[in-house]
């Protein structure tokens, strides 16, 4: 998977507690994403990121927030979780952030919030 | 604004059969076209793209694509189905106007019948 790992694999929270999800990377790239996955919607991008501490909003970025202190890291958090935020959440990343560029993914984090 | 949308939500073939998954796009500007193919519990892998040079396009395991500009189509075929082939696959669509943000069909399921 392109040298992205992404942790937890795996998490179930409940409502209103905070959670950071983590995508770390050893291509060196400066382009990061982080998407969710739903049935029918294919995937959405949340937030990016094109360097350290420079960050943007997708097209679904409220009740998430991003951090990007390092290259290789970038972090999601859900300031307080609900239940329509349980999804599969994906990282990807790119070397260049022009039409047509490649983005390789992560295998993704499963998120339960009961 | 740019949409993707794949015409079938599901789709069965039997082993050694053509595939042929539908996706239809809009866009005022010249696109560039992806698909990816996600297998289950895993992450995204690119299986070919489009970028203005020749209008069929062959990519990994055996697929191709052929952009059609008049018909705004980007279907994807193979000759014959794999057992492996069993998987969800996503148009996606990028535009020099957005960056490199994608946005993605809904998805469609193969199905791979012995």
């Known amino acids: 998977d392109a040298g992205i790992t992404q942790s937890p694999r795996h998490k179930v929270t409940e409502t209103g507690t905070p959670v950071t999800l983590r995508c770390h990377q050893t291509?060196?790239?400066?382009?990061m994403y982080w998407y969710r996955q739903d049935p029918g919607h294919g995937l959405r991008l949340i937030h990016y990121s094109y360097g350290v501490k420079d960050t943007d909003k997708g097209e679904v970025s409220d009740g998430y927030s991003v951090s990007r202190s390092k290259t290789e890291d970038f972090l999601l958090t859900l300031e307080s979780a609900t239940s329509s935020q349980t999804s599969v959440y994906f990282c990807?990343?790119?070397?260049?952030?022009?039409?047509?560029?490649?983005?390789?993914f992560g295998p993704g984090t499963r998120l339960t919030v009961t | 604004a740019q949409s993707v949308t794949q015409l079938d939500s599901h789709v069965s073939v039997s082993e050694g059969t053509p595939v042929l998954l539908r996706c239809n796009y809009s866009?005022?500007?010249?696109?560039?076209l992806f698909w990816y193919v996600q297998h289950p519990n895993k992450g995204l892998q690119l299986l070919l793209k489009y970028t203005s040079a020749a209008t069929l396009v062959k990519g990994i395991n055996g697929f191709e694509a052929e952009f059609k500009k008049s018909e705004t189509s980007f279907h994807l075929t193979k000759p014959s189905a794999h057992m492996s082939d069993a998987a969800e696959y996503f148009c996606v669509v990028s535009l020099l106007a957005a960056g490199n943000k994608l946005t993605f069909g809904g998805g469609t399921r193969v199905l791979v019948k012995p």
């Open positions: 291509e060196n790239h400066r382009y």
């Open positions: 990807a990343i790119s070397e260049r952030d022009e039409q047509g560029s490649e983005q390789y």
């Open positions: 866009s005022s500007y010249s696109p560039s």
